[in-house]
């Protein structure tokens, strides 16, 4: 079967199917499907027919997404649809494609319709529209999830393998766990929003729900990239995935941190996940959650709010009756909000950002439950600011604190309920949560979405260079794992292999504050092989990494064992002195487990 992206692509390079069968199949799977919640509003089947046909003229080598169906949020403008955000009495047409559908149709996918989503993106639920609510096609009682309600259920009945959300306070997160698909919240700045309604401009991002971890990230490589119309765009170049690594440390919640309101199996099913997690490797680090409570709060109770009443102020004042009733509640009071509210809530919020800068300077990622628990329409209907208060506990906090997201599936409860966790790293860290997140989806077993597809085996990720990419090898603290290793993942490197030198060197503890190895080139075959670390960076992030070098390090050319020679970290014989000869351990990594046991 072609289900998720990269087996539609393959299928259509090979001439197995076509674009245009695979277009025609998405609308046929619509109808059949029969919930006239799950769009607003669906392209003409024979324009999109069309536009599949059309690209059978360019090369398919060349677009990742070839000829692969894709729904968008209806927050988000494609052009010949109208962007309602789920509220007829803002709709309007939109000149041309936002930047994140135009980059999509660039890499070859196929726009099919406009998503259902909470008003105005307004929800964390999925019930708060007037185009009804989509059914979860996982359990019919429960919530879809919102607010990227209709884009999640899209996913996951098969209707599409690729669709588009927004995620402002977890509204591309809670809906993938509700599903069982994967979410893929990026960093700040990495798509553009031009084209895209605001919730909070400052926070908003593009979302992404796909089938499996590595069809999120082939989309996000297309549309991630600069983009002079959006003032919130950044330059931050997308690395590529790699390995999983040796030495992966994960923060957790210290004990009695975490809460699940009452709910067992979702703490049941976030243990079970953490086990997974130690028997794949990682090593679990508690951490303080207070503070990102804290941040989390001021997201509703703080000035934020005041940036969704400026996207429909005009609205509220001339038919405030077009407004759902809870969003138009949540909405308001953003009106009431002055500046020295702001003021204060921002300089609260930037030492909140500290302190959860110095949380992850000891762990690669936190994990975390993407909810603490799920429930049904009827609930929400009843009580719906509260319970969806409570879905956003490990959302909430996301943006405000610039970090990037994926959410993953974990378990199937034994009320066939969906569980997920959510892995959450600093900004600029997209490709290192999706190199370890796609192993634990693939170890979990489960079955992709609600069709109970079998996931494929992992694809084999390349260690070759890309593009401008420069290799570079290195010994110590900058190897996975270790104190340094941070600074790579913030350039955008990516681990290659693990390997060692020719046995050419020998290594030496310097005498240096933070402690550092230093690595010289003796005669041929006289030295040690010693274990490296082969990263990848771009041009431009491996002069930014080499400027920054202190001495008595320096970069040159090391020979490894296979004859490359690569660039890497080497000191010279005048700066050894009377430094340790530690070549007997083969590598800093054993020399530094060796003192710690000391």
């Not at 398919?60 to 309602?84: H, R, S, Y």
């Not at 590595?214 to 765009?233: N, Q």
């Not at 300077?361 to 628990?373: M, R």
Request: glycine letters at 8%; hydrophobic letters at 45%; aromatic letters at 6%.
């Amino acid at each position: 079967m072609t289900e998720t992206i990269a087996e539609i692509v393959a299928a259509h390079r090979a001439g197995a199917m076509t674009p245009a069968q695979t277009v025609a199949r998405a609308y046929q799977r619509i109808r059949d499907h029969n919930d006239p919640a799950v769009f607003i509003s669906l392209r003409e089947e024979k324009d999109a027919v069309a536009e599949a046909e059309a690209l059978a003229k360019k090369d398919p080598a060349q677009l990742p997404l070839f000829g692969v169906p894709v729904a968008v949020k209806d927050n988000i403008d494609a052009a010949g649809l109208a962007t309602t955000a789920a509220c007829p009495a803002f709709s309007y047409m939109p000149a041309h494609d936002s930047t994140a559908v135009a980059r999509l149709r660039a890499a070859g996918a196929i726009v099919i319709g406009k998503t259902n989503l909470d008003q105005f993106a307004t929800g964390l639920v999925g019930v708060r529209s007037p185009y009804g609510i989509p059914g979860n096609p996982m359990r019919g009682d429960l919530i879809p999830g919102g607010s990227s309600s209709g884009s999640a259920v899209a996913v996951s009945a098969g209707l599409v393998p690729l669709a588009l959300g927004t995620d402002t306070a977890g509204s591309g997160r809670v809906p993938a766990m509700l599903n069982n698909i994967v979410g893929l919240k990026p960093s700040l700045g990495l798509i553009s929003t031009s084209g895209v309604v605001p919730a909070c401009r400052t926070l908003d991002c593009v979302s992404i729900f796909a089938l499996n971890v590595d069809d999120a990230m082939t989309a996000l490589a297309a549309m991630a990239a600069p983009d002079a119309a959006d003032p919130y765009s950044r330059n931050r170049p997308l690395a590529q995935m790699t390995g999983f690594p040796a030495k992966l440390r994960l923060g957790v919640p210290r004990d009695g941190q975490l809460i699940f309101f009452g709910d067992r199996a979702s703490e049941q099913a976030y243990d079970d996940a953490l086990q997974r997690w130690t028997s794949l490797g990682a090593s679990l680090v508690g951490f303080d959650l207070e503070p990102f409570y804290e941040t989390a709060r001021l997201l509703y109770e703080g000035p934020w709010v005041a940036e969704r009443y400026l996207v429909i102020r005009d609205l509220l004042a001339s038919a405030p009756e077009a407004i759902h009733p809870v969003t138009r509640e949540i909405t308001i009071a953003g009106a009431r909000l002055s500046a020295a509210d702001t003021f204060a809530a921002l300089y609260r919020l930037q030492a909140l950002r500290k302190v959860a800068d110095r949380a992850f300077e000891n762990i690669d990622a936190l994990v975390l439950p993407t909810a603490p628990t799920a429930y049904s329409t009827a609930q929400v209907l009843a009580n719906p600011v509260e319970l969806n208060s409570r879905l956003g506990t490990y959302t909430n906090f996301v943006n405000l604190l610039d970090l990037c997201g994926l959410a993953l599936p974990a378990a199937i409860r034994p009320d066939d309920i969906p569980f997920g966790i959510t892995l959450l790293a600093p900004a600029g860290q997209d490709a290192q949560l999706a190199s370890i997140g796609r192993v634990f989806h693939a170890d979990t077993g489960l079955a992709m979405g609600a069709r109970s597809l079998a996931q494929p085996p992992l694809a084999t990720l390349s260690t070759k260079l890309n593009g401008d990419e420069i290799a570079i090898a290195v010994v110590g603290a900058h190897l996975s794992g270790m104190a340094l290793n941070g600074e790579l993942k913030a350039l955008g490197g990516r681990l290659l292999e693990a390997t060692t030198t020719a046995p050419d060197y020998k290594l030496y503890a310097l005498s240096t504050t933070p402690p550092k190895p230093g690595m010289l080139r003796v005669a041929a075959g006289t030295g040690t092989p010693i274990a490296v670390e082969l990263w990848a960076l771009s041009a431009a992030s491996f002069g930014k990494f080499v400027a920054a070098i202190p001495p008595p390090l320096s970069i040159g050319t090391v020979r490894l064992a296979d004859g490359r020679g690569i660039k890497g970290f080497l000191v010279e014989a005048v700066d050894v002195g009377a430094a340790r000869d530690i070549s007997a351990f083969g590598g800093w990594r054993a020399f530094m487990a060796e003192k710690a046991a000391l």
